[in-house]
């Protein structure tokens, strides 16, 4: 497939989003309170990976079936400049994480844009597209630690946080949201 054409299919993607339809305003407040609390809990509320990687997962994911198009933005980027802000997750090894800043940002995308692929437009079974997901960007995510600890640039540490951690805190987020994401499509009145 031609550049032009993974533009066009990207942004068909970009603009999908799940059966509920509120005013401008409603929608922005929307994503404007996902992209704080995924910005804000690692900086105030936990230092387990499991519960930050749940609940900043569980705003991507919601962000894809309720957002579209540029407001999309915060969520890939907001989560992980949260962690670095605070330092919490690594501590001495935060310094690291701003290689890994790229990787993160393309492994939320990653999530955001199979759950609307799989589950907004090829109208799979909405845990399909929370698995698919998961697995693709705990894949990407394993191997691009991979490449930068076998390059010497980041700790070993890295390989178990962005390994099949990534996968349990991604599907987890999918678990989640999955019986919210039911009970706003039966009252979305």
Not at 18 to 40: C, N, P, V, W
Not at 50 to 56: Q, S
Not at 65 to 85: E, H, M, Q, R, W
Request: charged share 10%.
């Amino acid at each position: 497939m031609e550049f032009t054409g993974i533009c066009k299919n990207l942004t068909s993607l970009v603009n999908l989003r799940a059966g509920i339809h509120q005013s401008r305003t409603k929608d922005l407040l929307e994503i404007g309170s996902y992209s704080m609390i995924a910005f804000l809990t690692p900086l105030f509320l936990f230092q387990s990976q499991f519960l930050l990687g749940a609940i900043v997962n569980s705003m991507l994911i919601t962000g894809a079936l309720y957002a579209k198009g540029k407001n999309l933005l915060p969520l890939i980027f907001l989560p992980s400049l949260g962690v670095l802000t605070a330092g919490i997750l690594f501590g001495s090894l935060t310094i690291y994480l701003l290689l890994m800043l790229p990787f993160i940002w393309i492994g939320n995308a990653i999530l955001i844009f199979s759950v609307k692929k799989f589950y907004l437009k090829d109208k799979k079974h909405y845990l399909v597209g929370a698995v698919y997901g998961s697995i693709l960007k705990a894949i990407f995510l394993a191997a691009s630690a991979s490449a930068l600890y076998s390059l010497g640039f980041v700790p070993v540490a890295f390989l178990a946080a962005f390994g099949v951690m990534q996968f349990i805190t991604a599907f987890s987020a999918g678990l989640i949201i999955f019986p919210i994401n039911r009970w706003r499509l039966r009252n979305k009145k």
